[in-house]
């Protein structure tokens, strides 16, 4: 069976301060096992070529399009001693050639299967790029971790304070949440929750009608929403040098 997937549902932002705001859209994710790409054998999904979806390794990572031998040094770097022999990577794909991936999700199996780490690749518009490594333990098919802060995300939101996330393992349905704290409290609440359906040509074609422009709307609705942010008064907070790979 293809460990690959597409996953359709929604993503929520919910900011409690300065402003209180709330946005709702509805996206889907590819999983992709990285195994899997040199055999996929589907029409409408291009691996490393152009066509209506498609996915580079480049577009992930070190940018050298070697994305798994990334990973394994990513997780060397972060002290995860387990050996990995599996890496599934939940993320948007390209559509028509153009892709942004606010956050991309590494889920590292051992060879029973068992999930040893999540890698969250962080992306912002500025052309940042930061991964937080997290050793994995499993407590009824959801994980719980926290992280401190390390990359600018938003000029809504300054570096300091951290994250929790928590995460249902992809199976039928796969959800991701992250709270974003500081030390005044909670400031905002992003989450994903998407039910699985086979990765073909049937099913991408259905994305394409259901989802138009998918990641062209996600830069869009970025900015729209930042405008909207704007508006309400919520202060700036000057971006910092950032560290890319």
Request: with cysteine; proline share 5%; hydrophobic share 40%.
């Amino acid at each position: 069976m293809m460990r690959s997937a597409i996953y359709c549902g929604s993503v929520m932002h919910r900011r409690v301060r300065p402003k209180k705001h709330y946005l709702r859209y509805s996206v889907f994710y590819l999983l992709l096992d990285l195994d899997e790409l040199p055999q996929l054998n589907i029409r409408l999904l291009g691996v490393e070529r152009r066509f209506l979806f498609s996915f580079h390794a480049a577009d992930h990572g070190d940018g050298s399009g070697d994305l798994k031998s990334w990973v394994l040094g990513q997780l060397r770097e972060g002290g995860i001693r387990n050996e990995v022999t599996n890496i599934r990577l939940l993320c948007f794909p390209r559509v028509l050639g153009f892709v942004f991936n606010p956050i991309s999700v590494y889920f590292c199996s051992d060879a029973s299967g068992e999930i040893v780490a999540i890698l969250y690749e962080v992306n912002n518009t500025f052309g940042g790029r930061h991964a937080y490594v997290l050793p994995a333990e499993t407590c009824n098919g959801r994980v719980f971790h926290s992280i401190d802060k390390r990359l600018y995300v938003s000029p809504f939101n300054d570096v300091s304070g951290g994250y929790h996330f928590a995460v249902r393992l992809p199976a039928d349905k796969v959800a991701l949440s992250i709270d974003q704290h500081d030390g005044d409290g909670p400031i905002l609440k992003a989450a994903f929750a998407g039910r699985r359906y086979p990765l073909d040509n049937l099913n991408l074609l259905r994305v394409a009608v259901l989802y138009p422009l998918l990641t062209l709307k996600v830069v869009a609705a970025i900015h729209w929403e930042a405008l909207k942010l704007w508006m309400k008064g919520v202060p700036l907070h000057k971006r910092p040098q950032f560290r890319q790979y």
